[in-house]
């Protein structure tokens, strides 16, 4: 019988298989089907901190407008009697969650300031939350802020929280540091328990016609989990934290070597929106099948067996690559 668990964020999970933050663990039928398929632990949807700011100036608006008698006042909407925030809907759909699964439930805030989080992580934290992810999707388009500045926002983030909840803390990060690694080390010592590799920004395109910029979403492809499982290779033998690795994963090899090279999970999006939840127990049996072939008796054994260290040839995985791979280029 192989056994498919992994240790992630000190949590004991049954596999290696984590449903991401997406409108599929947005709501509980779905989650229930994910956790049916074989979910091991589900992330939920992240909280705003740009809808949560939003709402804070709408209520102050409301106090305010209130105190001078102005009910009517200004172009913003009253706010009704049974008004519930955006924070009170993730809470309670936390608690439902957390009621109705047996598996670990991962909060996640999106946000880079520290106002306001520590407070919304000790309330996540109470509800019930076994782990917070934080995703700090940061474009960096200020020409006056250095690299330096933008880390340090990171690391006073992860401080805040850290002195303030008990519960481990993920960093959800982008590849896009001068030193990834150096960053990695950073946050391990600040505390952070984990991080997933690697955030995918979205480019927003340009309409041709109204000359206007418009979001664009496209689901991720297999190719792009090689960026991921060639840094998880590289960092793994410096980091004693957990790390998820995210964006990309989509076939049952993928996965595999996300492992091989030392994730302890792999975090299932854009798969899991074009095949369905149930998706989820194909990769699971595939998995086996493959650990069985290779004669590994579990996920713990063949975890990290090609990282940097423990690879035949280490250096394929740095830069002397580079000049091999423009050479095989024939036409
Ligand atoms: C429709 C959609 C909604 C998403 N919502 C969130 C979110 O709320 N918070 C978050 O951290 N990531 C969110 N993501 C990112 C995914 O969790 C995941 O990191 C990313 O899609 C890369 O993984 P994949 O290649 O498996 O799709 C979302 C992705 C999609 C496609």
Redesign the pocket.
Known sequence: MINLSTEYLGLKLDNPLVP????LTGELSSAKKLEDAGASAI?L??LFEESIEFEQKQLEQFVHSQALGNYEAQSFQPIPDEYESELDNYLERLQQYKSSLDIPIIA?L?GISTNGWVDTGKELQQAGADAL?L?VYYIAADPVVSGEDVEARYITLLNDLRQHIDIPVTM?LSSQFSSVANMILKLQQAGAQGVSLF??FYQPDIDLETLKVKPH?E??NSN?SLLRIRWIALIRDYVNISIAA????HHSDDIIKALLVGADIT?????L?KNGPRHIATLKEEITNWLEEHEYNSIEQMKGSISKESAINPEELEHSNYMHVIKSYSR
Request: proline share 7%; net charge neutral; charged share 15%.
């Open positions: 991401s933050s997406s409108p992330i949807p992240s996640s999106n992810e995703n959800k955030n995918r979403l689901l991720s792009e995210t964006g990309g994963f975090h299932l999006c854009s798969v929106l």
